[in-house]
């Protein structure tokens, strides 16, 4: 196990081409994330996500009570065993599992599973562990098991977290973001089969390649500034920026994951701390707004098979979230409904033998101010 600030930066250009190769002949569907926090003056910490995917994930709000048992499945898919929940929480399901791709509990602890194609290899399935997790299930047992970022770190290097097969996606790489109310943030990631926690105080996470690559790319970007550049003169002749922003030049704009880490963290720490969670949570969503991905822009090639034509998959942001860790209050909107909903924990009932879920809607909802 390596427990880390930032792990040094080592087998990049190995794994660069077997990411480039994944991208371009995996049947897999693209999918690009991104997620990260910010703290308001009063000291509230408020986390955001983006989701995207290149298939409907048909994902649902699920409140889950404790003492609900959670299914930990085999690498075939198979329920392996169960275990009870101790902490309530809500997450996002996926393709209707109950299996939580992102998630805050009644602590105000919040996870995220983001892909990570290429660059993660999990410990092999041990049936004779005392204690195991398959990584699709990772989110929903941290969210019901623990309250702090250091319960988690302590509970992690004893458990069998290996790889599961969804029935019709087949493996999934992830590596996780976890956060909790009293600031702590781990980026989680197993790589050759070893486990890596990395203490991650920006905050940010997005996909490949593994995290502290990320954190050393950040070096590239050291001269960006929100303040405008100055002019100068060539001889007697004065060349003054084009406009404004001009501190930002270089700031990337695509969408691939090394890009949206450096967008996403320039925006989240040249933005002005708000002094207020309401404003936090504000700002979160326009954050959100700069690596919303609109459908067609981004799009996969997936290879023929089994007699089938090849196609075109396009990754597009299906929903995002934010999460109040300190109130405890979950906030998300949809690709096709941009108004925001919430869900407040501290009022939910997190008593009972069932799974309570809310649909996503994805209808365009307007307010019609047309004078009478």
């Known amino acids: 196990m390596k427990i880390t600030a930032t792990s040094s930066f080592k087998r990049l250009t190995a794994k660069l081409m077997c990411f480039v190769f994944l991208l371009s002949a995996s049947a897999a569907p693209v999918l690009a994330c991104t997620t990260f926090r ?3 003056q009063d000291g509230s910490w408020i986390t955001g996500r983006s989701m995207e995917f290149g298939i409907n994930l048909d994902s649902k709000l699920m409140v889950v009570p404790v003492g609900y048992e959670l299914a930990i499945r085999s ?3 198979k329920v392996l065993k169960t275990f009870k929940a101790k902490v309530g929480f809500v997450g996002l399901s996926t393709l209707g599992f109950d299996i939580s791709t992102d998630g805050i509990n009644e602590a105000g602890l919040s996870a995220n599973a983001l892909f990570i194609p290429g660059f993660v290899k999990y410990p092999a399935f041990d049936p004779k562990a005392n204690q195991s997790v398959d990584n699709l299930n990772l989110v929903n047992w941290v969210l019901s098991s623990f309250k702090t970022v250091a319960e988690v770190r302590e509970a992690l290097p004893s458990v069998n977290v290996f790889t599961a097969a969804v029935p019709q996606l087949g493996d999934q790489p992830l590596h996780w973001s976890i956060r909790d109310a009293q600031g702590a943030s781990i980026v989680v990631e197993y790589v050759d089969g070893e486990l890596n926690i990395h203490d991650n ?3 940010v996470l997005t996909n490949s390649p593994n995290f502290d690559w990320h954190m050393t790319n950040l070096r590239n970007y050291s001269n960006l500034t929100s303040v405008n550049v100055d002019g100068f ?3 007697s002749v004065q060349i003054d920026p084009i406009g404004q922003g001009s501190g930002l030049m270089g700031l990337p704009g695509d969408y691939t994951p090394p890009s949206r880490f450096v967008r996403a963290t320039a925006l989240a720490y040249t ?4 002094k207020t969670t309401d ?3 504000n700002l979160a969503f326009h954050i959100l707004n700069a690596v919303d991905i609109p459908k067609g822009a981004v799009a996969g090639r997936t290879p023929a098979q089994n007699g089938q034509p090849a196609s075109v998959e396009y990754d597009y942001t299906q929903w995002v979230t934010v999460y109040d860790l300190n109130q405890r209050v979950a906030f998300y909107r949809t690709y096709g409904d941009l108004n925001i909903k919430k869900l407040d924990l501290k009022k ?3 008593t009972g033998d069932k799974i309570t879920y809310i649909p996503l809607s994805n209808k365009l909802v307007t307010q019609d101010l047309t004078p009478k």
């Not at 933005?271 to 708000?274: H, K």
């Open 38 to 40: 910010i703290q308001a």
């Open 75 to 77: 690498p075939d898919f």
């Open 201 to 203: 105080p920006l905050g």
């Open 233 to 235: 003169k060539l001889g």
């Open 271 to 274: 933005a002005l701390q708000p």
């Open 279 to 281: 404003e936090s949570i």
């Open 348 to 350: 939910t009932n997190f």
